[in-house]
């Protein structure tokens, strides 16, 4: 797993089970980033390029890596 997604954590799904259910969503054909905000990522400790390439901003789902739907508000 990369860096990036080393530090993504999953705290409020794990705080409130009731309101997470396991979901995939379904996948799209050739999937790309429209717009990327760098500065914010790097407001938020990420490094824009390693987003960029493990694919997640366009749905790209590791292996390992559990995916939910949550309700909030």
């Known amino acids: 797993m990369s860096t990036a997604l080393q530090q993504l954590e999953h705290t409020y799904a794990d705080a409130v089970p009731d309101l997470v259910v396991a979901w995939a969503a379904a ?3 050739d999937p790309a980033v429209v717009v990327r905000n760098d500065a914010l ?3 938020l400790g990420l490094d824009p390029e390693a987003l960029r390439a ?3 901003l ?3 789902v590791p292996e390992g890596v559990q995916t939910v739907a949550m309700a909030y508000s």
Do not use: E, F, H, M
């Open 41 to 43: 990522a790097r407001d």
């Open 27 to 29: 996948p799209v054909r």
């Open 54 to 56: 493990d694919g997640l």
């Open 58 to 60: 366009t749905g790209t």
